[in-house]
């Protein structure tokens, strides 16, 4: 097991303004007329996705240009966070951490080039809310094969062997014991009504855009181990699919991990464009428990 320690603060801060992601070139051969039609549609294609990632980089970066020029104009602080030598600093503490999680990066196989960048850019994210967090929880990134496309796009990122994360190629079942597991998946019957102490949560590292819609959970049910829902359903109502990508996942386990209640953090974690609303019976009991606080 390979687990090292964060000494680099630069990767940290590079993900708030969503800089330097995905900065892989484009590699076209000098001579294109021996490539096949389907080869030459093939190359062509991701020379446009690679033009339209830098110009959304562009956009991104001058929407936060204008967002700090707006902050300094009206008097606010240009961060909520620590600051990039605050987090340069700080010694990362598990010893209020009540559970452990891994992500199941044993997926390269399934998964398209473009997808692969979108997953190492998750766990990036993972990384720094967990970096961030007033009570960190154990971080695993497993099953990464070698010389595979998870490894090869994590190396992009210089210093992510120190990261405050046990970066392992051995599948999570060669890691924990099986009655410990427990995998989120959005097809479970079981619903995740709390955290358990001293178990592992497993997150699928797969991003498919559903093309193998309940994989994880055919693959927790081959293994023999629990497996387990996020309680979305149960709290919202939700215009759109109740899918989530793998930060998005993490972030809700770590804001129950510090004691927020479900309501609160589904609300704030769920994309709006879900249209997602706290069902109407939870909305009135929150609001007739903020009127009683008042009186």
Same mark, same amino acid.
């Given at each position: 097991? *390979? ?26 051969? =000098? ?15 991701? #020379?446009?996705?690679e ?39 700080r ?31 998750q ?9 961030r967090?007033? =009570?960190?929880i154990?971080?695993y ?20 062997n ?28 079981n ?11 497993? #997150? ?20 023999? #181990? ?28 770590? =804001? ?14 769920v ?15 929150? *609001? ?8």
């Amino acid at each position: 097991m *390979n687990e090292n320690r964060i000494g680099e603060s630069a990767v940290v801060d590079g993900l708030d303004a969503n800089n330097e992601e995905e900065q892989h070139e484009c590699e076209t051969p =000098n001579d294109s007329s021996n490539l096949s039609k389907r080869q030459r549609k093939k190359m062509l294609k991701l #020379i446009t996705w690679e033009e339209k990632k830098k110009q959304k980089r562009l956009k991104e970066r001058e929407k936060h240009k204008l967002k700090k020029e707006e902050a300094i104009a009206r008097g606010l602080p240009l961060r909520s966070g620590p600051s990039r030598k605050e987090l340069k600093l700080r010694q990362i503490d598990y010893s209020k951490a009540t559970c452990e999680v891994a992500v199941d990066l044993s997926f390269d196989d399934l998964m398209i080039e473009k997808d692969v960048a979108k997953c190492v850019k998750q766990l990036l994210r993972i990384y720094t809310l967990n970096r961030r967090a007033e =009570n960190p929880i154990p971080l695993y990134f497993t099953g990464i094969v070698e010389d595979g496309a998870v490894r090869k796009h994590l190396d992009r990122y210089d210093g992510y062997n120190h990261w405050d994360v046990r970066i392992n190629s051995l599948h999570f079942l060669d890691i924990f014991p099986r009655e410990k597991l427990i995998y989120l998946t959005s097809e479970s019957d079981n619903v995740l009504e709390r955290i358990e102490a001293d178990h592992v949560y497993v #997150i699928g590292g797969l991003v498919d855009h559903n093309q193998y819609k309940g994989h994880c959970h055919r693959l927790a049910e081959s293994y023999g #181990i629990r497996h387990a829902r996020l309680p979305l359903v149960e709290y919202l109502v939700f215009k759109t699919r109740t899918i989530l990508t793998i930060n998005q996942v993490f972030e809700i386990l770590l =804001n129950i991990h510090q004691g927020r209640t479900w309501l609160q953090t589904l609300l704030d974690v769920v994309p709006i464009r879900k249209g997602a609303k706290a069902k109407e019976s939870l909305a009135t009991s929150t *609001n007739s428990e903020k009127h009683d606080d008042t009186v």
